[in-house]
């Protein structure tokens, strides 16, 4: 279980690293961006909060488009889902 949750942690940890480098290769493609060019701190106290729940930053958009109520049914019919026990993970190491 402990692996299981180890490589859920590494693929939110990678999808976070792939949806930075979109954001800022993005900014580059604009003309926007010089090689100092952060992350703004509020994106990524959004992704922060998404990663902490568990969930993938890069199908946030794809969450919001969804049903609340069946959200909630599906995770009800599914039990406590990986997500669920990364979100509990890392709510005991904070």
């Known amino acids: 279980m402990n692996i299981e949750i180890a490589s859920e942690i590494v693929d939110l940890i990678m999808d976070v690293s792939d949806e ?3 954001f ?5 493609s604009s003309g926007c ?6 992350v703004p701190k509020p994106q990524w106290r959004e992704w922060m909060e998404v990663f902490t729940q568990g969930l993938k930053v890069s199908e ?5 488009n969804q049903d609340p109520e069946d959200i909630a049914r599906k995770a009800a019919e599914q039990g406590e889902s990986a997500s669920d026990a990364m979100a509990q993970l890392l709510s005991q190491t904070a």
Request: net charge negative; aromatic share 6%.
């Open 60 to 64: 946030q958009r794809l969450l919001v």
């Open 33 to 38: 961006v010089d090689e100092d060019t952060l």
């Open 20 to 22: 930075a480098y979109d």
């Open 24 to 28: 800022i290769a993005n900014l580059e």
